[in-house]
């Protein structure tokens, strides 16, 4: 038995009550942004059983009272209310409406009790900071959107907060990054429940990959918590942001801020969420993308020029992070930049990152194609569409393994 089926089986096994294990119930709220709230309603609430996916009830439910304003001022009526929620085996927590207010207490004492009862609890997004507020991610790795997991990492320090991953599958508890990594989370779901060939007849008809491999590190900015403002380590990260083409550990940033190492990385991580090596690399990354994409400096002056002790440090670092080499990432970037227009630039794209099978032919083509290496798609600011125009095509290659960008239950 695999390791998702027997999560699986563990938590059918668990549930008491009234609840079913094919029932889903998503809670929304008002202000939740309206793509996040509907990822869960089209995964589980459109029957799909002509494609081989097996159907899920759905329950909408109200976690306070309506109507439910969202996106554009819409307004939202769900048909059922908090008290639904006890027939359910999976509880979804769309996006919450902000990481600062604190959610209701009626909705977070009917997620505790659902979790109690066995049921499998999702927060997708900021949905995270919910399921934080009930207690449930006491003690458990978990992510969300990068640009708010420093915040989760601070507000909820049991909390065991890991903004690279796309998702994380705790067994009962589950967490998406931001926005399209709910669809991610909720493919895995299917998946967990009834397979892979049910996961990918439902992703072809989604139009996504039925796995995206990597996580949210080639997404991540300079960006930090604003908090960070007030903090006394406000200096030092400063100082590290505007010195990173010299050659510094940890060790220097601790002596900076007058702490020993161990003091200093934790309260590093309590601030920003990450460790500070991992931190510091991954400026270091951002750094020769930037120049990458707007210099003409060869890779061994980048890698001098971000901090990096040898262009192989460089290399591999950059290659963990995005997939690619810095040499591949510039000329994807470059051949996204064509003279003719969007159209082209998207074919360009595609045809730099849709792999072939490994033959002397097709080796022997790409050669006369290309005088140097073969392009990966870039990734970074402006890299969210390439992304999903690489991950989309490799997912229909036969053949090719993907590694899917989330990290279950040990």
Known sequence: MSQDSATAT?????????????????????GGPIFESSIPLSVFG??????????????????EDGPLRTTG?????????????????????????????PPPAEALDALRRAHEEGARIVGLCTGAFVLAAAGL?????????????????????????????????????????????????????????????AAGALARRLVVPPRRSGGQERYLDRSLPEEIGSDPLAEVVAWALEHLHEQFDVETLAARAYMSRRTFDRRFRSLTGSAPLQWLITQRVLQAQRLLETSDYSVDEVAGRCGFRSPVALRGHFR????????????????????????????????????????????????AASPGPSPAVATGASGGAAEHLRTGAEAYVPGRPTLPGQRSAP
């Open 10 to 30: 563990e938590a059918a096994r668990k549930l008491t009550g009234r609840r079913r294990r094919e029932v889903v119930a998503v809670l929304l709220f008002s």
């Open 46 to 63: 459109i029957d799909r059983q002509d494609a081989g996916v097996p159907r899920y009830r759905l329950l909408v439910c109200g976690g």
């Open 73 to 101: 001022g819409l307004e939202l009526s769900a048909p059922y209310g908090l008290e639904a929620i006890s027939r359910a085996g999976t509880v979804v927590v769309p996006a919450w409406r902000s990481i600062t207010s």
């Open 137 to 197: 991610l006491d003690g458990r790795p978990a992510t969300t959107h990068w640009m708010y997991a420093p915040t989760l990492a601070k507000r909820y320090p049991s909390v065991h907060v890991d903004p690279r991953e796309l998702f994380v599958d705790d067994g009962d508890v589950l967490t998406s990054a931001g926005t399209a990594a709910g669809i991610d989370l909720c493919l895995h779901i299917v998946r967990t429940d009834h397979g892979t060939e």
């Open 320 to 367: 963990r992070q995005l997939g690619s080499s810095p040499a591949a990432y510039r000329a994807a970037y470059r051949a996204r930049r064509p003279q003719g227009g969007g159209l082209e630039g998207a074919t360009t794209m595609i045809e730099a990152s849709v792999p072939v099978q490994d033959t002397a032919s097709s080796r022997r083509a790409a050669a």
